[in-house]
């Protein structure tokens, strides 16, 4: 079966810092993959996606390539700050599963 | 415009009672879901409808049951309530068909005590 394997918490950074979650997937079919960030009391909202190998999603700064070769969909942003802290899933989906597949959630703080 | 809606937002009951948490999508999908998220932040899929048809229902305890009346709403029912219930549930959609993303809720906070 599908599964998402993301990098365990918490991450704690300085404003301004270098942000890499690390996520790898096993998956049978074709997956696109899925990063969704969920802020202190809501709900989990999409954040950048990537739908086949070498695609690389970004929004609002961060980004991640769909590496098929390693099977990794790491998490990237150059300068982070305080309101980027929140939990973050890495996710995978594919047609045959009829369901998204989620990591286990990654929480960041980021320091003034 | 909230394009997937659940109320109540807090529950607070007793162990033992029975109780009902609504869901609606507003974005003409055909699938739902629903996710249980515990204190340590992992999501756990429960059930997935497609069109009003169970197609997912992953070992959870029959106390749990959802129901949709339409493609436009899955609610869900527990009956007696324990304390283990207590979690954050999350109902999301997708279009039907192909890989695509969810979008979820702003969850209902079920605290048992």
């Known amino acids: 079966g599908n599964s998402v394997t993301q990098m365990e918490g918490p991450v704690t950074l300085s404003e301004e810092a270098f942000l890499t979650i690390n996520c790898t997937y096993t998956?049978?079919?074709?997956?696109?993959l899925f990063w969704y960030v969920q802020y202190p009391g809501e709900g989990l909202q999409l954040l950048l996606k990537?739908?086949?190998?070498?695609d690389k999603g970004s929004n609002k700064g961060f980004e991640a390539t769909y590496r098929k070769e390693t099977t990794s969909f790491h998490l990237e942003k150059g300068s982070v700050q305080v309101s980027d802290s929140a939990v973050y899933f890495c996710?995978?989906?594919?047609?045959?599963?009829?369901?998204?597949?989620f990591g286990d959630g990654t929480t960041l703080t980021v320091k003034p | 415009d909230t394009a997937v809606s659940q109320t109540p937002k807090y529950l607070v009951t007793q162990m033992g009672n029975d109780k009902s948490i609504k869901c609606e999508q507003n974005?003409?999908?055909?699938?739902m879901y629903w996710y249980k998220q515990d204190s340590k932040k992992f999501l756990k899929i429960m059930f997935s409808?497609?069109?009003?048809?169970?197609?997912i229902n992953e070992t959870v305890p029959n106390r749990f049951s959802p129901k949709s009346p339409d493609k436009a709403h899955l609610n869900l029912h527990i009956n007696s309530l324990e304390l283990g219930d207590s979690a954050v549930y999350f109902c999301?959609?997708?279009?039907?068909?192909?890989?695509?993303?969810?979008?979820f809720g702003q969850g209902t906070r079920l605290t048992v005590v």
């Open positions: 999301a959609s997708s279009p039907r068909g192909g890989p695509t993303e969810a979008f």
């Open positions: 998956a049978t079919g074709y997956p696109s």
């Open positions: 990537a739908t086949k190998a070498d």
């Open positions: 996710a995978l989906s594919d047609t045959n599963a009829g369901k998204s597949t």
């Open positions: 974005l003409g999908h055909d699938t």
């Open positions: 409808y497609n069109n009003k048809e169970l197609i």
